[in-house]
Every structure is written in C-alpha cells, then in structure tokens.
C-alpha cells in the first residue's frame, strides 16, 4: 500500500462546480499535511496548509480527519483557472511523501 | 529574489554521459532537497540535505550523487546516465524538512530525455 494515495482523476467538472478530492495516508503518526497545486508543465507551489480544525482559504476549504486517515480538498464555484493537477503531501516519519496527485480539469 | 533556480531547464543525454544539475537559492534555506517526477508516480526524493556539508539519501538514490558545500548551491550528479533516468527533476527548498508544517519552494525543474 503506497504510504500517501489519491484517486488520479481526472475530474472533468463544469465551471461554477464544486469538487472534493480526498487523500488517505497509512501512518497514524503523521504531523503535517499539505495541498499543493502543480499547472501542466510546471513546478508545484504551496496551495494550502491542513490543519486540524479545518481551514479555508477564500474558495478553498481543507480538512484533516485523522481517525479516518484522510484529507480533503473542496473547490467552491470553480475557475477555468483552476484546471491542475493537486497533489497531497504528508510529512511523516521525518520525510515528506508526495502523492501522485489529482488531475483537475474544469470545462468552459 | 529569484528563489529557487535550476539550470539547465532540458538536457538530452547518450548512455553513459554524466552531468550536473545544478539548483541555487537565495532565501537562506538550510534544507534542501532533489525530487525525480515521473507520470503517475508522483514526486520521489532522491536526495536531500539540512545544511552546509550534511547530505543524506532519500527513496531512490542509486545512479545520483549530491554535495553541500555551500547552503545556496546543492548540484545533483548523474554518473552515468540510464534511459531510466529520463525524468523531470525538480530542486527544493524551504527552512526545514516540514515538521513544523514549512512551505517546500520548487525551482521550475529540469527535463532530462536518456538516449
């Protein structure tokens, strides 16, 4: 079992939708989690921290469910702009895991 | 403030060449960090580094070296390269290894074809 797994996609969602994808991790012990956002062709960058108690960021909303080993991402009224590949990261036993990611595609 | 640089951004290779990647940063980041991204394989460390002259291996080391000498600069070193190594390699940054939840900054990556 891969220690950080995501359901690859893609998700082909009309603009104005929402979508959720959510990422399961094996190590009970994990610390930090992350969603990064990684366009075609280009670098990954931060899109936002997961914390406990759930956070949003404008049209983003985050949660950590640690009994269940997951998190989630929800996109609220999706951009055309918002068409990437998420990738889910977790920081456990010392080291970062990235997951494959999410492939993201919004439809005008 | 550039951030994090690679150099070169593509690079074609026979097997059997060597060749150095390089990757700076100027955000003063002790820890660093080499990733190799293949398709649905996600982001694999190769090698990473917590300061100046401390360098440890990651998940898939074998065919790559790496040196600290400074803490802007951390060169990864193909040997003798291998179709396997055909890959998008991407330098990282950031204050430490996550722990504490610290942002990883990416350079724009090199993408490496291994004849």
């Known amino acids: 079992r891969k220690e950080v797994e995501q359901d690859p996609g893609p998700f082909n969602v009309p603009e104005g939708a929402t979508v959720a994808f959510n990422c399961t991790y094996s190590n009970s012990a994990s610390q930090s989690f992350f969603w990064y956002r990684q366009d075609c062709r280009k670098e990954p960058k931060l899109l936002m921290s997961?914390?406990?108690s759930g956070n949003e960021d404008g049209r983003f909303t985050a949660q950590l469910n640690r009994a269940s080993q997951y998190i989630s991402l929800l996109i609220r009224d999706s951009k055309l702009s918002d068409s990437a590949t998420y990738l889910c990261?977790?920081?456990?036993?010392?080291?970062?895991?990235f997951g494959s990611g999410t492939r993201l595609s919004i439809r005008p | 403030n550039a951030g994090v640089t690679q150099t070169p951004k593509f690079q074609v290779l026979k097997t059997g060449q060597s060749m150095t990647l390089q990757c700076a940063q100027d955000?003063?980041?002790?820890?660093m960090s080499w990733y190799r991204q293949d398709p649905g394989m996600g982001l694999r460390l190769i090698h990473y580094?917590?300061?100046?002259?401390?360098?440890d291996q990651g998940e898939v080391p074998n065919g790559y070296n790496v040196s600290r000498s400074t803490t802007e600069d951390f060169p990864l070193r193909l040997l003798s390269a291998a179709p396997s190594q055909t890959s998008v390699y991407f330098c990282?940054?950031?204050?430490?290894?996550?722990?504490?939840?610290?942002?990883?900054?990416f350079g724009p990556g090199t993408r490496l074809l291994v004849l």
């Open positions: 997961v914390y406990s």
């Open positions: 990282a940054s950031s204050y430490s290894n996550g722990a504490r939840g610290e942002t990883q900054y």
């Open positions: 990261v977790v920081y456990s036993a010392s080291k970062i895991i």
């Open positions: 580094s917590v300061g100046a002259g401390i360098t």
């Open positions: 955000m003063n980041h002790e820890y």
